[in-house]
């Protein structure tokens, strides 16, 4: 047997075994790992992160002595409940596959939580740490809330409890308009969701069909950790910190605790808190600004009062006021009294210089005076003359004027007049046919007749047979008759119509 496997070539002997392609042995050797670790959750320290533009997301899991390459795809990066960060120590669940394009092994998470509170505790305070190096949480930079907002827009859930207790007490203090910005307040897109919010209120313009809010609230009811932790995202933290409008953050309880809190302007220990620092109590206000206008016209009245009392305390220092005027009043008599006389002496004395003066005058002044007054009278009347004649012209023109319109209203009434009367003949004469169509005449002269006893209108045959005389009126005249010869019946002659006659 052994002739059989001799080598006659001289070359060393290759023995039995199986000859496996690389492909082989890489396949043969990740249907072992996925078989044996199929399903795995595996605890650890993450190392190197990276984000490339194809959405997948690439990281390291290690310990204090190994290190396993982790990958989560697009799909499943967009839907872990936590990003994951440097030195944050988790759990990642997956399944252990290999990639034969570097001969090594990998793990595909699909799902990732922190490794217990502690160590979701220590990312939070250390990007609690970061963000307030940066200043985000300054105090200074905080807005005062505004007294009364016109309106307020709410970031939160639409179908959970959080809105309907602030809109409740929105309603029971004082009705606002409220614009809901409705959010996801939990999972992968609550950070996407609530920025987007906050950012979308501040960019409203100042006019516009949607009004831009005086107030925003961000607020969501109360949970975990894990629950609350869109709320400390950076996004969102940047987010409210960089609101122009000022920003109330009601997140969880008052036991919970989140970086928005401490960027926001207001933090409420609950959304119904939140609602209360929004606006003031509208009764409150009301008996505010009634106690205020009592005390303002108490004040009034006891500053007038005050007043007036200082008025009269200074009153008492002075004169009565007829003790002042009465010497005035004296004196005014006393002058009165003298003012007649002294008039009179005036004139007096005025007449007599003036007859001296006109004594002493020579006539040729006399005369070269009233030259003078007769020549400025004539020059005065040369300056009228042009205007005297100018008014007799104008006077002239508008009579003329006024007597030619008084001539067309004249020849306008006439025709009114005239118009008047024909229209007035014109209905006359159309009363006067129907009148004369209407008239019982013009029935007569249709056949039919009006018969009359003792004056009256007889119109039943009881009335004819009881009449002594009766008087028949046709078209053409009237025949006087007797009720006894229409009475008796006769008999018809031939061709006769059977209705006899009253005659």
Known sequence: ????????????????????????????????????????RVRGEIGRVSRPASGHLYFDLKDDRSVIAAVSWKGQAARLSVRPEEGMEVIATGRITTFPGQSKYQLIVEELEPAGQGALMLMLEKRRKALAAEGLFDPGRKRPLPFLPEVIGVVTSPSGAVIRDILHRLRDRFPRRVLIW????????????????????????????????????????????????????????RAAAE?????????????????????????????????????????????????????????????????????????????????????????????????????????????????????????????????????ILGERANRLAPAILRLARDAARDTARRRTDLGALARRLAQAERSHRAALADRLAALDRTRMSLGYTETLRRGFAVVRAEGAVVTTRADAENATALDIEFADGRLAATPGSAAKPRKPAPGDSGQGSLF
């Open 1 to 40: 047997m052994s002739d059989l496997f001799e080598d006659t070539t001289g070359a060393a002997p290759r023995g039995n075994a199986h000859e496996f392609t690389v492909s082989e042995i890489s396949g043969a050797v990740k249907r072992v790992v996925e078989g044996e670790f199929g399903h795995v």
């Open 182 to 237: 409705p959010v996801a307040v939990q999972g992968e897109k609550c950070a996407t969701e609530v920025t987007a919010a906050i950012r979308g209120f501040n960019a409203l313009p100042g006019t516009g069909p949607v009004p831009r809010p005086d107030l925003v609230i961000v607020a969501r009811g109360g949970g975990s950790l894990e629950d609350l932790w869109g709320f400390n995202e950076e996004s969102v933290v």
């Open 243 to 375: 609101s122009a409008i000022p920003l109330i953050s009601a997140v969880g309880h008052e036991t919970d605790t989140t970086l928005i809190d401490h960027a926001a302007d207001r933090r409420a220990p609950t959304p119904t808190a939140a609602a209360e620092m929004a606006v003031p109590v509208r009764l409150e206000l009301l008996a505010w600004t009634g106690e205020q206008g009592a005390r303002l016209s108490r004040a009034l009245a006891h500053r007038g009062e005050a007043r007036r009392q200082r008025l009269t305390d200074l009153a008492r220092a002075l004169g009565r006021p007829e003790t002042l005027l009465d010497p005035a009043r004296q004196r005014l008599d006393l002058w009165s009294d003298r003012l007649g006389p002294a008039l009179a002496a005036a004139a007096t004395r005025k007449r007599a210089g003036f007859n001296g003066i006109a004594g002493r005058l020579q006539p040729s002044l006399l005369t070269g005076f009233v030259a003078r007054e007769r020549r």
